[in-house]
Nanobody
Framework: QVQLVESGGGLVQAGGSLRLSCAASGRTFINYVMGWFRQTPGNEREFVAAVSWSGTSTSYADSVKGRFTISRDNAKNTVYLQMNSLTPEDTAVYYC??????????????WGQGTQVTVSS
């Protein structure tokens, strides 16, 4: 499995922006589709975005389309989630995930420990 470590979470006011980063190690990064998920207490983890192995294809949940951007830097073994126009509904623990398969919106094989994002109104 690939090891994943998220960073960049924090507290931001509604309308603000944050950029999450996820550093990968342990396996060949370009072999993995990378994704971001989020979870709030009492709810299942939900898909946010995914980026293909080379970064040429992306997929987003409808709730974040036009506001969030996923990208990757294969030279740095890092995936990013740029989050703009944040609302309190975006408050969650955000998880980075990796899997060799494209098209998944759950059941990724490797997960980070999560980073808290809190959006105040």
């Amino acid at each position: 499995q690939v090891q994943l470590v998220e960073s960049g979470g924090g507290l931001v006011q509604a309308g603000g922006s944050l950029r999450l980063s996820c550093a990968a190690s342990g396996r060949t990064f370009i072999n993995y589709v990378m994704g971001w998920f989020r979870q709030t207490p009492g709810n299942e983890r939900e898909f946010v975005a995914a980026v293909s192995w080379s970064g040429t294809s992306t997929s987003y949940a409808d709730s974040v389309k036009g506001r969030f951007t996923i990208s990757r830097d294969n030279a740095k073994n890092t995936v990013y989630l740029q989050m703009n126009s944040l609302t309190p509904e975006d408050t969650a623990v955000y998880y980075c995930a990796a899997d060799r398969r494209w098209g998944l919106k759950a059941d990724f094989g490797s997960w980070g420990q999560g980073t808290q994002v809190t959006v105040s109104s």
